[in-house]
């Protein structure tokens, strides 16, 4: 059992890292002018992601997602899914990409150690795909999934924010994409962030209206694995696919936390819209701070908040979802 537990009994099997905050899409909902550099110190090198690592395990951790930005921008990641992957105790190891460098890289991603993929494929219309991350870039995601089902992944799942009117009329396609197809596609509603005030009052869906709908369809509601992340997940008789649904606005939507999250310059961050981070990186520079490493994110879980504020406004510290890995 996972050692790190809070104080309302939530426990931690689930790591999300970030390796970078650079992405090369323009999406409407996170970056739409693009990802600006602001000259700050570098994103943790891969001997800190090492011992990083190995000390969420030490602390029962077992799965872990490589996050970014585009973490497929890190020239190493490779090197860095390899050594995840080495750590004794890790069983799973997943990565969210937005998929353009899916073609050139999966399978060296696969032989390095990746057990599941996740893609953000925000629309299946190429043209709406484009309009909403900046890029023309469907074609090329769309091959790389291809590729992607044929490596053997424990799991291929694909994320769409949903948006009104941009995306929120594709709900028949998508049950014509998982008809086939063994895949997941997870619907996430749309957040609050500290950047996004205008442009979420414009595109917010509430995520309840799209789970009525596919209740009324046949679809039925799963049991949720110990360490998955936040998606309520609906199968269907006659699909081979599955459909989550992230609604960070549903009541109780905090009560199954399982995740940490570690951004790309080595601050720990107990929720996504927390009000603070703890520094680790000081820690991260030699093996000999080890047990300290572990004392300090073991201490900081008795500060971990029982629910998020979005309901009120509250979108904490986090001025984007690339600053932090979403």
Not at 60 to 88: F, N, Q, W, Y
Not at 174 to 196: A, K
Not at 248 to 276: H, I, M, Q, W
Request: charged share 25%; net charge neutral; with cysteine.
């Amino acid at each position: 059992m996972s050692t790190l537990v809070d104080g309302f009994g939530r426990t931690f099997p689930y790591l999300r890292l970030s390796l970078t905050e650079a992405c090369n899409f323009r999406c409407s909902y996170c970056l739409p002018e693009g990802y600006q550099a602001d000259g700050r110190p570098t994103f943790l090198a891969l001997d800190e992601i090492r011992r990083l690592v190995r000390a969420f395990v030490a602390l029962g951790m077992r799965k872990i997602r490589l996050t970014g930005g585009e973490p497929s921008l890190r020239k190493d990641l490779p090197e860095i899914i390899a050594a995840v992957a080495a750590t004794p105790g890790v069983q799973k190891i997943a990565i969210t990409t937005n998929g353009c460098l899916l073609p050139r890289h999966v399978r060296i991603w696969r032989e390095a150690g990746l057990t599941a993929l996740n893609v953000s494929v925000d629309s299946l219309d190429p043209a709406s795909f484009a309009a909403i991350t900046g890029h023309d870039r469907f074609a090329e995601v769309s091959e790389g999934l291809e590729i992607a089902q044929t490596l053997g992944f424990d799991a291929v799942k694909l994320n769409a924010v949903l948006l009104r009117g941009l995306n929120d009329d594709e709900l028949p396609a998508w049950c014509d994409y998982l008809r086939e197809r063994d895949v997941s596609v997870r619907f996430i509603e749309l957040m609050r962030t500290g950047d996004n005030k205008d442009y979420f009052e414009r595109h917010h869906v509430r995520a309840d209206a799209l789970e009525k709908r596919l209740r009324d369809a046949g679809w039925l509601l799963q049991p949720r694995a110990a360490d998955a992340g936040p998606a309520r997940e609906y199968a269907h008789p006659q699909h081979r696919g599955r459909i989550g649904v992230i609604a960070p606005y549903s009541k109780d939507f905090c009560a199954g936390c399982n995740r940490l999250r570690v951004t790309a310059r080595g601050d720990l961050r107990l929720c996504l819209f927390g009000e603070f981070g703890v520094s680790l990186r000081p820690l991260l520079q030699s093996d000999d701070d080890f047990d300290a490493l572990v004392a300090r994110i073991a201490m900081q879980l008795g500060l971990k908040a029982a629910g998020h504020g979005l309901h009120e406004g509250n979108t904490g510290i986090t001025p984007h979802l690339a600053s932090i890995g979403g």
